[in-house]
């Protein structure tokens, strides 16, 4: 066993407002530059939709994530497309790339027409202007283009998931069937990231202190396999200095103990963030299980149980410091995700082990709920289970439905305690679960205080180089042709 420590977020879409203040506040911060424009690393997408890129999930489009090979191996889907001896020769010609188009041409508005204009008597107009080219253009397409669209025509359509799993006949586009959630998305600081092992350069790298994935600048030369590689198309290449860019976790907030941009101003306190301990020696073996249907067990095997004495002991040899220990032990991403097992990772099946996971959204409950129908409900819900486990479990629809399960407990119980005085325990036994756990869930999630959100302890990055092994590497494999290259932490100035 090798303790290693996550920083890890939980968004529970049951809460998301789809308000966008998450983006513009991450945008004002880190992506309001020159070449940058088009770049959210924060985005919040409608769904059913097409996403933003376009249809991200249509591997066999970007030939993103992992894919086991035939002795049942891990190899990134596109080497397996490629071929080592082919990456090299597109390295100059990447075929697998959304497009400008598939994310859109960035525009702003002629507001000096605004002030300017005179000598007529028509109302002056700000039209929209290309920030590439400078020109008047038509908008077509934006980062949020099909917001609240729910399952129309177009959103059915264009919905990956919708069309890989068959479900046009099971989502109808009427209005009495409509549907419709919101899916914030940042980068998921994957524990086995493919964006780092299709990069040539060897630029991208996972910190060892808190599994933060950043790019080393200097060492980007813009070949772009990482775009390509990433299966949530979360790097963005940026046209003016041409070097690829993504989501830092807000890194420098996040080691003074504060939280991200985007979850200090969510308006839905959706965002939960904390410290998971983890297995590093189990994470290829999680992401090589063969059956889509356990992926979701694999991958929480990998977490490790904060106050087993075995894994404290672990802990503390291999250097992570008490207080990380200690906020581990009171994370709230550990009870949603291990603990009361409410979370789910997007697309387990990309197999790059996500560490941003999802409390599914409930639909609306329309018959009148009493113990003995309470849960007769969950087959028949306005989004459908098979939806929500192709986007959540990969397929796995009984992951999916215990936690709808127990977030429906959870109302009823509390419904009954406010009412009657008393909570109703025949349905929360149902699920497994006991008073004290509805009322842990209760208060982490529907109360929400910012410091149970937010469980961060500041960094002690004096530690991190001794969590490196003897390579001087740490966790996946340095695919970077130069064996002796260190990460770049291990040479900044302490
Ligand atoms: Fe890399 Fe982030 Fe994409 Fe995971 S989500 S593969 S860490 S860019
Ligand atoms: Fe959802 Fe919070 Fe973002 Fe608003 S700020 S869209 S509630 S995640």
């Known amino acids: 066993m090798k303790v290693m420590a996550q920083v890890t977020m939980v968004m529970n879409l049951d809460k998301c407002i789809g308000c966008h203040t998450c983006s513009v506040t991450c945008k004002q911060v880190w992506t309001n ?90 109302q002056p107009v700000a039209k929209p202007e290309s920030l590439f080219t400078g020109k008047k253009m038509d908008i077509s397409n934006g980062p949020n283009w099909d917001d609240d669209l729910a399952n129309g025509k177009y959103s059915i359509e264009n919905d990956v998931n919708i069309k890989n799993n068959h479900l046009e006949e099971q989502i109808k586009s009427d209005f009495e069937s409509s549907f419709m959630f919101y899916l914030p998305r940042i980068c998921n600081h994957c524990l086995n990231p493919t964006c780092a092992s299709v990069c040539p350069s060897g630029a991208i790298y996972k910190r060892d202190e808190d599994g933060i994935v950043l790019i080393d600048q200097d060492r980007c030369q813009g070949w772009r396999f990482c775009v390509s590689g990433c299966p949530y198309k979360k790097i963005y290449f940026n046209w003016k200095t041409h070097k690829s860019e993504k989501c830092t976790f807000c890194y420098p907030r996040i080691e003074n103990g504060l939280p991200t941009v985007c979850s200090e101003t969510c308006v839905g306190k959706i965002r939960y963030i904390g410290l998971l301990l983890y297995d590093e020696e189990k994470v290829i073996k999680a992401a090589e299980e063969k059956d889509d249907n356990k992926l979701i067990d694999s991958q929480l095997d990998v977490i490790l149980d904060p106050f087993d004495e075995n894994v404290i002991k672990n802990a503390v040899d291999n250097k992570i410091p008490y207080e990380w220990i200690e906020s581990a032990q009171n994370s709230p991403v550990y009870k949603l995700i291990k603990k009361w097992k409410l979370a789910f990772p997007l697309h387990p099946e990309y197999r790059t082990l996500p560490m941003v996971w999802y409390v599914p959204p409930l639909s609306p409950i329309t018959n009148n709920v009493d113990s003995t129908s309470l849960f007769a409900d969950i087959d028949n819900m306005r989004i459908p289970l098979e939806y929500l486990a192709s986007l959540f479990s990969a397929g796995n629809t009984d992951k999916i439905k215990d936690s709808l399960k127990k977030l429906l407990a959870m109302r009823y119980y509390m419904r009954t305690e406010t009412i009657n005085g008393k909570g109703n325990n025949y349905t929360i036994k149902d699920v497994g679960l006991t008073p004290d756990d509805i009322h842990g869930m209760y208060r982490l999630l529907a109360i929400s205080k910012y410091n149970e959100r937010f469980v961060i302890p500041s960094a002690h990055r004096e530690e991190a180089e001794n969590l490196l092994d003897d390579r001087g590497m740490f966790g996946f494999e340095n695919t970077c042709p130069e064996d002796d290259v260190k990460p770049y932490f291990n040479t900044a100035k302490k």
């Open 33 to 122: 530059r020159e070449g940058m424009e088009y770049a959210w690393f924060n985005n919040v997408e409608t769904r059913p939709g097409k996403g933003y890129p376009d249809k991200w999930e249509d591997q066999e489009t970007f030939k993103g994530g992992w894919v086991l090979s035939k002795k049942g191996k891990l190899v990134p889907k596109l080497e397996g497309k490629m071929g080592k001896f082919k990456e090299i020769v597109h390295i100059f010609s990447n075929p697998y790339l959304p497009t400008i188009n598939d994310y859109y041409i960035p525009w702003t508005y002629n507001y000096d027409n605004l002030i300017s204009s005179k000598g007529s008597d028509k």
